[in-house]
């Protein structure tokens, strides 16, 4: 077990973010976390790495595991000048094997002279995956990563993260967006509304009611092509 | 030779050029001009405590800063209107600071010493001093660099790495302090924030990585305290101004020079982004 999360609950003020949140991460596991706008992902997260206000519960994390973050989004200020080569080589205690992979992940040398406040979306999105896997992590999370990519994009993102996870046996936790991809991609899918709806098998979660309840009628197209037998009788009442 | 007071107050100015501009550095990349200028001004009321109870000026400038600056970094995330309560709590110490200092007698000739600096009476104390707080300034921002820079990137990336940002945070607060109470005779509280943003914003489009670009503040913050010395002595100006005067003309001068080299690439179909605003 790499991560454990127990009964945690989150609160910023006296709002409650999460509530009783029970999760846990093995190796060479991928797991996607899906819910709506506010429902407590990316707080999931910083939970787990320590930056959220935990009111109760615990996160359980395996000594000396190393976590490679890849953030939802990166806000370099214009005043601080910083090439992708000086980015990668911010991770910590990295040595210079290591260091090799994260050019290896680049696929390119050009890219790491550029300054990262000049890069495209994807360019941006590629070296902040070779940061995050400069330490040879154990557990990658991955908060929206393939956010701004188009879809031939995040398909080659995906398939990577799966390649990453077969060659390292590193487990991933993901949130996404992208419900299609999330559902052939992943072990497990968890289901987040501040607390866990649902979660299991990718088939088990798209056939509960408590995801069709938050992502609505219309998954069911995009669940298609991932399950052409799917057939869910409420639903076709419903219309 | 520390006897002649042009050496001490060259001695004092780099001192205080070398201390300001790194950490500058950080207050440009983290936005914090306004939290500096606040802390500076606060200042005053530990200087004009410090002349009541007849103790060391930069003990009383030093601890006001430091709370000061503390119970911003602590109250961060509290609070939604940061900006203002800094604004309120650095001039209520200010405003408070100059009542304090229109009671004690003779003092307030003296008052403009503090708010501009007078660099040119400086004591070999205060230049020890001065030197100690630039030990402690640069130690603190060497054995932290990495951990602030990337804490200053993005906190989750840094807490992922097991960092505290807060706990980084806290060190340049610490150094922010220093750098105000060893500034005070230079430049004065008025204008110390100068020191710490005029050289990071003329080095900015000078280098390509962080490291660079605080080498190059070094560079600028002490030519800067140089020939605002020696252009002090000739003109017969103030000299804290006159410091602060060359460092906004090198500034400009870079402008200038981003400027024309960005025309110039451009116009070669150069890739001219690397290395200039963006």
Redesign the interface.
Known sequence: MLIEVQNLCVGYGNKNVLQDINLSLRKNEIVTIVGPNGSGKTTL??SI???APISSGKVVISPDLK???V?QV?N????????VK??LS???NQNKKESLSAEKVLESDELL???I??LSGGQLQRVLLA?ALVNNPDVL?LDEATQGLDQPGSASFYRKIEEIRNDTGCAILMISHDLHVVMSASNRVICLNGHICCQGEPRTVASSPEYKALFGPNVDGTLALYQHNYNNNHNQIER | MLDDFMVRASLAGIGVALAAAPLGCFV????MAYFGEATAHAALLGISLSLLFEFSIFAGALLVSLSMASLVTFGQGRSLFLDTLLGVAGHMSMAAGLIIVSFISGVRIELMAYLIGDILAVSKTDILLIWLGLGLVLLLLIWRW?AL??C??????A????LK?KRESFVLTIALAVVVAVGIKVVGVLLIISMLIIP??SA?SL???????ALFACLIGVLSAIFGLNASYVFDTPTGPSIVSVASLIFLATLIFTFIKNRFLINRGNKS???N??
């Open positions: 997260f910083k790495i320590g930056s976590i490679g973050y953030p990166l370099i200020d214009r005043s601080l000048p910083l090439t000086r980015f911010l991770a910590n002279f550029k300054q406040s000049t940061r999370l | 440009v990349w983290r936005r990495s820079l990337l200053t990137l993005n906190e989750d990336l807490a992922a790495s097991g940002p990071a914003a900015r280098g390509s990585t962080p490291e660079k670009m982004r690397d290395s605003y963006g």
